[in-house]
């Protein structure tokens, strides 16, 4: 069923009863050309581009809860590309450009809000780190601006310009940048997937993967067995427990990330916005309400809940940053699972299995990348090679020395 | 995670001024142990769900390095002891 | 005139009449009230809009559940959006607003949303607004923005001051009401620890407003004298005005106290809220219930509230709901309520039942309707008549006022806040909490139990439980005799059939219930999807009230028990809390601590401009009279140290005193180059790597004795590396004899370098600093004029003949000023770390700007220094992977600015000549620039593709950020002296 303003329209005169399933809910066939699991965003992405790219539409998405039930649900809605590294620009570049053509390919409403990213800067090091990073970004063909303290006073005078510990200096504005609703990203993903034959099938766990001769040849689920030629993970929270179904071990640690939203406001912060000094982020919801988060809890887990003592310390950078946001009230706080790989940077390869594909390790920003990380990794999958911005996302990065390191943190997943 | 930490030194203290590293389970390989081993000693965590021995410091207290045995899934802390205990060092 | 104050009742102070204002009417209420109270008083039924449909709305509760009664309190820069009367207590000079609504409450502009509702069912914003795509920003998205939202804020700074505190004891009750206060009482009368928090600023709970009475008096007058009894033991702290929200790792819980909410006159000396982590040993959860709403056709008009809630205002607080009060019920609370308000004389125009077979007896001259239900309402801005349904047969009942009541459900909320899921109970029909474990238990209501009496009972017990299990003897509780109680049973109503109109199960986002039908027809009825799809349950209020029909609506839609559809997750907070509060005092100036160095006075008094770095205010240049622009001062500052002398505060370096017969063997394995060999007396240049063969940091070993070192990190790193060497010695090689300690703030240092320097310090120092007799890179103590014992090195960032003085941290400003004093006839000048970078970029050194973590110390120009024929040292063996070996790594290399017109920035990325701006095409980046006053030009310090290989190339520095493209030419990176003659003289 196809949306617009006049199926509104006649499905509202019709007392809205007209309206169809956005997915079938189809039992699982006994074998798949490709099964991926995974029922997130980038899983269901995945299977989008395979069917509506590369032909490939004998295809099941296997969700141990419903869909969109990971981080595409729980994460701070933030789009960007404002990268700096040579392994990652021309990727997420990729992926905003296909941000900017996904509703109307979709049929559906993702809310893409170009709104403008600003990261602030408050020293003249990291001044010159954004500065060298506009350029990586100008240089892949990125549209960045640099703002001066004076011209952020006048676009935020919210900021905290004059009692500042650490003062602001100035920022760095990438204009594409921007929010997304998160869950219609996956519903969309998922209606687009479903029109074009891929099977959705929730509440199917997987509990096993079954090798023939060293060949991957399906998944065993609370299901029942389900065959396939290839098998595609996308379990990013859950990569290394699905991994070593296979027998894979990981550069990867499950870690937790907080985010938050406060009760909903009239419009006051149109931007996203970053801070220097801190982790801090925040951009608000058309709902009204601000969205927001900061730095990992910073040990492992798989809780998806965090602790009092990181809420607190994100607080504080909020009011550091932002002094009026002091009487605002927090609605809610919550959870999700981080792939934390060992450069910070993400993996869409094939493994040392045959027939095994992996897309995993998307730290904290894996929401962004949804689209590019589906269409890359359909890429992948169907023509058993990397799609050329996604070449340097290689699962033997490390062994072979090629970390993709923004934040030049090391191996140590948790200062990633 | 624990909102408390009980430093085997220090006593129950905020997890606050804890700093964490990482999994306590690899050993730094010998240094001709193969490329693999060191490999994995760097970079590759088996990382389950349930119980593990994470490294942790008490950066605000007795500086000491800590293994903390929890579960990353309930949050439970089991033991929390020195780390250089475990490996037979001098305290 | 519909909700009045009631000539006597309540526990309300009538003799204290408060006066307050609602979008800009004045009022009065008295002491005791809410804010709901009060506008109840006032007949103010009508205080809020809605979300999305902007439909006028009244108070529905008299507690925290509360979705429509939402206000702006406050005015100016104190303004608190988004706050729920029924909470709010009255104050002298209250002055709330009203939200949500333009131009005026009364008549609001966005209620045409309500008019076009059916165009704007659950998740129609998905299907439309994609045409054209240049729209979304421009036109729709402003609109449902400005649509959207609830309160208002301009984000003004906060005037008001908040705390943090942590408490500790054995037994947390969160909640007064019966099963609290018996808990409570238990427990301090065995002697424990206890704090009994309330969110409410009156404790009591639902003895505040209960009307069973106990030991035949008001139940009030037990909770008084509970409390008087709770003040009398030392080991009891009662926090009232103190919502608990949040149930953490190790039975801790966040909680916040509103010290200063409840005045119109703040007190800067005390905060304004505080917030509480709470270490308990045991907690008892004594939150009571939650009573439901009816989903039935028009249940959101001003006037129709919760049957508590109207029974709360008339015991309470002395209101009257209404005239003329209809009641509809699935249940026994509902005929509780008709009796609370029969006996405050109000009418009650009838008692609508939705069971057929149900024995309660309702109060005389109460006419009840039996299997009835409500399927419309009349009224705009408050109700004025129902429209029952019995068996097809419909009546106009006329009424000022609806209470209504579908049942209880326990508040399990913080519960459930670790991962436990609620369990379904059958007999109660409702959620309860899963079993928690040993630090955590319900009591009371919460725990399913209703009766007044169960409720005393079941707190005692858990109380003792807990004393018992703490190894105490347990204290006697007498419960007080319980009058005549209601059976609280009911039979679940989760929707209401046959609704005219809309039957709204989200109040405050306007969700009902043909939208949670909408998300099951198009495959959204797993219970988050449709709380995503619908917003059921994402208002403030986070479905406190919403979320059980909405779940019942489902289970009945799907033909499944709610049991099997399930809840959404509980998760913090409890109710929403303040940055503010979470925040506390860090903020602003005091968002981190300050580090000063034991020269900042010297620095000061010397004209310093200070400069972040880190924690640190570190001395960035010293201007002199007549410099307009701090390049002025620097370039002179480069010049005097090149021709004569500086004197640079480097206190800010980490330094670390290494110990013990393993010292050199341990530091060799810390550091990429050698250190076993380096004798006494002798500092030597390190580099630290990562695991992974990429530098970590860089400094100086010196070795002072055979088994005593001083190492220095950067001041960026001082506290990282302490860590690292710690964690080197105490796991990877505990068996090593070594011990060190940070040293940083024992030490003054200061760099003297130039020509001069010899000169000027030989003034100070008794020792013979002659070349022979003091080396470059001599390390060892000395003794200075005037006896003191200091460290001096000879060692130079510059490429000056160049020393670092180290004295105790008290007699840093002393020797400086010394110095400056010795160096005034030498041309001596204060510099700063401005004029320190010009001078290192000028000899080709490296800082954090090139070693960021990405560069192996090959791509430095170090890797000679690699001591490839040590067994093993940190980041070994990984630096000899392939990557960080290839030939086309980015090396570090000189730029000279070749267009004198143009300068150079940091940051700018690199080019061929010629070559098209591509990522591919990318041939590296600039680190650090200066203009350097010794070779008349700018340069810089750049990691270009195979940079060594590239000397004279000239290259473009493409800086497309600012606009601003230039030539450069390759070189070498050492500008200046490169045969190291000035260093060595």
Redesign the interface.
């Known amino acids: 069923m196809r949306?617009?303003?006049l199926?509104?329209?006649k499905q509202?005169?019709a007392?809205?009863?007209g309206?169809?399933?956005?997915?079938r809910?189809p039992q699982p066939k006994p074998h798949y050309d490709v099964i991926i699991v995974g029922g997130g965003g980038h899983g269901l992405a995945t299977a989008y581009y395979l069917a509506r790219e590369f032909g490939i539409r004998n295809v099941a998405v296997v969700e141990k809860g419903?869909?969109?039930?990971g981080n595409v649900?729980r994460n701070t809605t933030i789009v960007r590309s404002n990268y700096m590294l040579?392994g990652n620009?021309?990727f997420y570049e990729f992926s905003l450009k296909l941000w900017?053509g996904l509703?109307?390919e979709l049929?559906?409403?993702?809310?893409?809000?170009?709104?403008g990213i600003i990261s602030l800067y408050?020293?003249?090091?990291q001044?010159?780190?954004?500065?060298?990073?506009?350029?990586?970004m100008?240089?892949?063909?990125v549209a960045?601006?640099?703002l001066d303290r004076e011209t952020l006073k006048k676009m935020l005078p919210?900021l905290?310009f004059d009692?500042?510990?650490?003062?602001i200096i100035g920022g760095l504005l990438q204009r594409r940048a921007g929010t997304a609703?998160h869950?219609?990203v996956a519903?969309?993903f998922a209606r687009g997937a479903d029109r074009l034959g891929v099977d959705l099938i929730?509440n199917c766990e997987v509990t096993g993967i079954r090798r023939e001769d060293g060949i991957v040849t399906g998944v065993e689920t609370t299901k029942g067995f389900i065959g396939c030629n290839r098998l595609a993970l996308a379990a990013a929270g859950n990569t290394s427990r699905v991994g070593e179904m296979a027998g894979l071990k990981l550069p990867i640690e499950s870690h937790v990330l907080q985010a938050f939203v406060?009760?909903?406001?009239?419009?006051?912060?149109d931007h996203v916005i970053t801070y220097g000094?801190g982790h801090f982020y925040i951009s608000?919801s058309?709902?009204?309400g601000l969205v927001f988060g900061a730095e990992i809890d910073g040990y492992s887990s798989y809780?998806?809940?965090g602790?009092?003592a990181t809420?607190?310390h994100v607080?504080?950078?909020?009011?550091?940053m932002?002094?009026?946001?002091?009487?605002?009230?927090?609605?809610?706080?919550?959870g999700g699972v981080m792939d934390m790989s060992m450069d910070g940077s993400p993996i869409i390869d094939r493994t040392p299995i045959d027939n095994l594909y992996l897309n995993c390790g998307w730290c904290y920003g894996g929401f962004k990348a949804t689209p590019a990380s589906g269409f890359c990794f359909a890429h992948l999958i169907a023509k058993g090679e990397s799609h050329h911005v996604a070449r340097a996302l290689r699962l033997d990065?490390f062994?072979?020395?090629?970390?993709i390191?923004e934040?030049?943190?090391?191996?140590q997943p948790n200062l990633h | 995670?624990?909102?408390?930490i009980s430093c085997p030194h220090c006593g129950v203290r905020?997890k606050e001024e804890f700093?964490i590293?990482g999994d306590a389970t690899p050993v730094?390989?010998a240094?001709m142990a193969s490329d693999e081993a060191?490999?994995d000693?760097?970079h590759v965590r088996a990382n389950p769900r349930g119980r593990i021995r994470e490294?942790w410091?008490h950066?605000a207290g007795c500086?000491?390095?800590l293994v903390v045995e929890r579960d990353n899934?309930?949050?439970d802390?089991f033991s929390v002891t020195?780390?250089?205990a475990g490996?037979?060092?001098?305290q | 005139m519909t909700a009045y104050r009631l000539a006597s009742g309540g526990l309300i102070d009538r003799s204290n009449t408060i006066g307050f204002t609602f979008d800009g009417a004045s009022l009065s209420g008295h002491a005791g009230d809410t804010l709901a109270s009060a506008l109840l008083a006032n007949d103010r039924l009508l205080v809020g809009r809605s979300?999305k449909y902007h439909r006028p709305r009244g108070i529905v509760t008299a507690g925290p559940a509360e979705p429509n009664a939402l206000v702006t309190i406050g005015t100016g820069a104190?303004?608190?959006?988004?706050t729920k009367a029924t909470v709010a207590e009255l104050y002298d000079g209250l002055a709330a607003t009203s939200q949500n609504r333009w131009p005026s409450l009364a008549f609001d502009i966005g209620a045409v949303n309500d008019r076009l509702s059916?165009?704007l069912?659950a998740g129609?914003?998905?299907?439309?607004?994609?045409?054209p795509?240049a729209f979304?920003?421009k036109v729709y998205?402003p609109l449902?923005?400005?649509a959207?939202?609830?309160?208002?804020?301009?984000?003004?700074?906060?005037p008001?001051g908040?705390e943090?505190s942590?408490a500790h004891c054995d037994l947390l009750v969160v909640g007064s009401g019966p099963a609290g206060l018996a808990a409570a009482l238990v427990a301090a009368r065995s002697g424990l620890r206890v704090i009994l928090a309330e969110q409410d600023f009156v404790l009591g709970g639902a003895l505040l407003s209960e009307t069973t009475r106990l030991d035949g008096e008001a139940p009030f007058v037990f909770a008084r004298h509970a409390l008087d009894e709770l003040h009398g033991h030392p080991g009891v702290t009662l926090l009232p005005r103190t919502t608990v929200f949040?149930w953490?790792?190790?039975n801790?819980f966040?909680a916040v106290e509103r010290v200063q909410k409840h005045s119109a006159t703040i007190d800067a000396a005390r905060p304004v809220e505080r917030?509480w982590?709470i270490?308990a040993k045991h907690a008892i959860l004594a939150t009571g219930a939650e009573e439901r709403p009816l989903v039935f056709g028009g249940n959101d008009r001003p006037g129709i509230m919760m049957a508590s809630a109207a029974s709360t205002y008339a015991n309470r607080f002395g209101i009257a709901a209404g005239r003329s009060v209809a009641i509809f019920t699935n249940g026994s609370s509902g005929y509780r309520t008709a009796e609370d308000l029969s006996a405050q004389g109000v009418e009650i125009a009838a008692l609508i039942d939705s069971r057929t077979d149900a024995s309660d007896r309702a109060p005389d001259g109460v006419r009840v309707v039996r299997g009835g239900g409500i399927i419309d309402t009349k009224g705009r801005r408050r109700v004025r008549a129902v429209i029952a349904d019995r068996g097809g047969f419909e009546e106009l009942i006329a009424c000022d006022a609806v209470a209504m009541s579908g049942g209880w459900s326990p508040v399990i909320h913080l519960a459930c806040?670790?991962?436990g899921k609620p369990v379904w109970s059958q007999a109660l029909q409702a959620f309860l909490a899963p079993e928690a474990g040993d630090g955590l238990v319900m009591a009371g209501a919460a725990a399913g139990h209703y009766r007044l009496s169960e409720c005393l009972d079941d707190g005692a017990r858990k109380a003792s439980a807990i004393v018992e299990a703490l190894g105490r003897p347990v204290a006697g509780f007498e419960r007080p005799v319980v009058g005549e109680e209601v059976d609280p049973s009911f039979t679940a109503l989760w929707h209401v059939p046959g609704a005219r109109s809309k039957a709204f199960v989200d109040f405050q986002n306007d969700v009902h219930g043909?939208d949670l039908g909408?998300a099951l027809?198009?495959?959204?009825g797993?219970v988050?999807?449709a709380k995503?799809?619908t917003?059921s349950g994402?208002?403030?209020d986070?479905g406190k009230l919403g979320n059980i029909n909405a779940i019942g609506i489902l289970a009945t839609m799907r033909g499944v028990s709610p049991a099997e559809v399930g809840t959404t997750?509980f998760?913090?907070?409890y109710t929403?809390?303040?940055?503010?509060a979470?925040?506390?005092s860090?903020?602003?100036?005091?968002?981190?601590p300050?580090r000063r160095s034991p020269l900042h006075g010297w620095a000061a008094r010397h004209g310093a401009v200070f400069?972040?770095?880190g924690l640190w205010y570190r001395s960035s240049w010293f201007p002199k009279a007549g410099e307009k622009t701090w390049r002025e001062s620097v370039d002179r500052e480069v010049r005097t140290v090149r021709e004569h002398a500086g004197l640079c505060d480097v206190s800010t370096l980490g330094k670390i005193e290494v110990f013990g017969p393993d010292a050199a063997e341990f530091l060799n394995r810390l550091y990429c180059n050698p250190v076993l060999k380096l004798p006494v007396g002798k500092a030597r240049y390190g580099l630290m790597l990562?695991?992974?063969?990429?530098v970590?940091d860089d400094g100086t070993v010196s070795r002072l004795a055979e088994e005593h070192f001083l190492v220095t990190t950067t001041t960026a790193m001082a506290?990282g590396v302490l860590?690292h060497m710690?964690?080197a010695a105490?796991?990877?090689w505990?068996?090593l004899?070594v011990r060190f300690l940070s040293v940083s703030d024992q030490w003054a240092q200061m760099s003297i370098a130039g020509p001069k320097a010899r000169t000027i310090l030989q003034a100070v120092v008794e020792d013979d600093l002659s070349n022979a007799a003091f080396p470059f890179l001599a390390a060892r103590e000395v003794r200075l004029k005037g006896n003191l014992k200091a460290r001096l090195f000879r060692i130079s960032f510059s490429g000056e003949l160049a020393y670092e003085l180290a004295v105790p941290a008290g007699y840093g400003e002393a020797v400086a000023d010394a110095l400056m004093r010795a160096g005034e006839p030498q041309g001596l000048c204060a510099y700063g770390v401005e004029a320190l970078n010009v001078l290192r970029i000028e000899k080709g050194h490296v800082t954090?700007?090139e070693l960021?973590?990405?560069v192996t110390p090959d791509d430095a120009g170090l890797g000679r220094m690699m001591g490839t024929g040590k067994?093993?040292f940190i980041g070994?063996?990984?630096s000899t992977?392939?990557?960080?070996?290839?030939a086309d790594r980015a090396q570090l290399v000189g730029l000279k600015a070749l267009e004198a017109d143009k300068d150079m920035?940091?940051?700018?990325?690199l080019l061929k000549d010629g070559a098209k701006?591509?990522?591919?095409?990318?041939q590296g980046?600039?680190?650090s620039v200066c203009f350097s006053p010794t070779l008349g030009t700018h340069i810089a310090l750049a990691f270009l593709k195979s940079g060594r290989e590239r000397y004279g190339e000239k290259i473009v520095v493409?800086?497309?950020?600012?606009g601003v493209e230039t030539f450069a030419e390759v070189c070498d990176p050492v500008f200046v002296d490169p045969e190291n003659r000035k260093l060595m003289a």
């Open positions: 949306y617009s303003a199926s509104i329209f509202a005169l007392g809205n009863l309206w169809t399933p956005a997915w809910e419903y869909l969109g039930s649900g040579p620009e021309p900017e509703e109307r049929n559906y409403n993702v809310m893409l809000s170009q709104r408050h020293n003249d090091g001044r010159d780190h954004y500065v060298r990073r506009g350029n990586a100008m240089m892949e063909g960045a601006e640099q919210f905290n009692h500042a510990r650490f003062p609703r869950d219609a519903w969309g929730q406060t009760e909903g406001l009239k419009p006051c912060i000094a608000q058309d709902k009204g809780a998806q809940r602790n009092l809420a607190e607080m504080e950078e909020g009011v550091t932002i002094p009026g946001l002091s009487r605002v009230r927090v609605l809610r706080a919550w990065r062994e072979r020395g090629f970390p390191d934040a030049g943190a090391g191996t | 995670m624990a909102s408390l905020p700093s590293r730094r390989p240094p060191w490999n000693y760097v490294h410091q950066v500086r000491r390095w899934f309930t949050h802390v020195d780390a250089a490996r037979g060092g001098a | 979300f104190r303004r608190d959006p988004n059916r165009f069912s129609f914003y998905y299907k439309t607004f994609m045409w795509a979304w920003e998205e449902i923005r400005r959207a939202g609830l309160g208002r804020t301009d984000l003004p700074r906060d008001d908040y943090k942590w949040g953490y790792d190790d801790v966040g917030l982590r270490v806040q670790r991962g043909k909408l027809r198009e495959g959204f797993h988050e999807h995503r799809y917003t994402m208002a403030t986070q997750t998760r913090p907070f929403p809390v303040s940055f503010g979470l925040a506390g860090s903020r602003d100036e005091h968002a981190m300050v400069i972040d770095a990562r695991e992974d063969g990429m970590y506290a860590s710690e964690f105490q796991v990877l505990p068996e004899r954090h700007a960021d973590g990405r067994p093993d070994k063996r990984l992977r392939f990557g960080l070996t290839a920035r940091a940051g700018a990325h701006p591509s990522t591919i095409n990318d980046w600039v680190s493409w800086d497309k950020l600012r």
